[in-house]
């Protein structure tokens, strides 16, 4: 175990990832990928509201590998990216509420603890960057396939839970609210390899936590959204 940022966190082997994603590339993904356990935590706020943190990884430049890997490759970036995201957020007590396109999203509950929720909501990002850096990326450059760059977005918030159905069991279910629409907006401005948080989630950490971040000014003409104020709504990004 190890102390991190004021939270017990699962100490994750670089080595024995490396040698999954390995195993992976060359057997194929070795984790069925499921969302279920959200759905499961989502249908107990079903039609209400509830308290989480959001966050976004995103791969960067996922266009440039579309357009130079064939897609079994492709698929299989895709999915060894996936996989080993899920693991994180697992570990740091998180669900995967969905998986679009290359960019995987998750949940932190906070409705009873909110600055826990946020601090293993950032561990898990800075976990995500790490594993990528040191396990990911050298088992892809080993089979010939380039390098993954990933970004990540946090954010905090109330997000509606709705149900879209009478069926508790069967119905589709999901969320909405501003907090999950800005960790998604923000991936369009977050450089790659970093991790970048809005107001709101800043504003549940520690400052202990919060002084490794600086507030990134961003033109207006790419971040013009506003708090419930109306003031700008600001960003902040972890240091280089």
């Known amino acids: ?59 960067d430049g996922s266009t440039k590998l579309t357009l130079s890997l064939p897609s079994d490759k492709l698929a299989l970036v895709l999915q060894v990216f996936s996989q080993e995201m899920s693991m994180v957020v697992a570990n740091f007590g998180g669900y995967v509420l969905k998986y679009v396109g290359d960019a995987v999203i ?27 850096q040191n396990a990911i990326t050298p088992a892809l450059l080993a089979h010939g396939i380039p390098e993954l ?17 009478k069926s508790l069991e069967n119905s589709h279910i999901d969320i909405i609210g501003s907090s999950i629409s800005m960790a998604a907006k923000m ?22 936590v919060a002084k490794s971040f600086v507030q990134f000014d961003v033109d207006e003409s790419m971040w013009s959204y506003v708090d419930q104020n109306k003031r700008r709504y600001k960003l902040y990004l972890t240091l280089p």
Do not use: W
């Open 149 to 165: 760059r990933i970004k990540v977005s946090i954010d905090f918030g109330e997000v509606l839970v709705v149900l879209y159905g």
């Open 1 to 59: 175990m190890r102390r991190a940022m004021g939270l017990i966190s699962p100490t994750l082997d670089m080595k024995q990832i490396h040698s999954r994603v390995m195993k992976s590339i060359e057997k194929g993904v070795q984790i069925d990928l499921s969302t279920i356990t959200c759905k499961r935590y989502l249908r107990r706020h079903a039609n209400s509201k509830t308290s989480v943190a959001v966050l976004y990884v995103d791969i």
């Open 106 to 132: 998750a949940l932190f509950p906070a409705e009873h603890d909110r600055k826990q929720a946020c601090l293993r909501a950032l561990e898990c990002g800075r976990t995500m960057l790490d594993v990528v």
């Open 187 to 208: 991936l369009s401005v977050v450089p790659t390899g970093r991790i970048i948080m809005g107001q709101s989630f800043r504003d549940n950490l520690s400052e202990e």
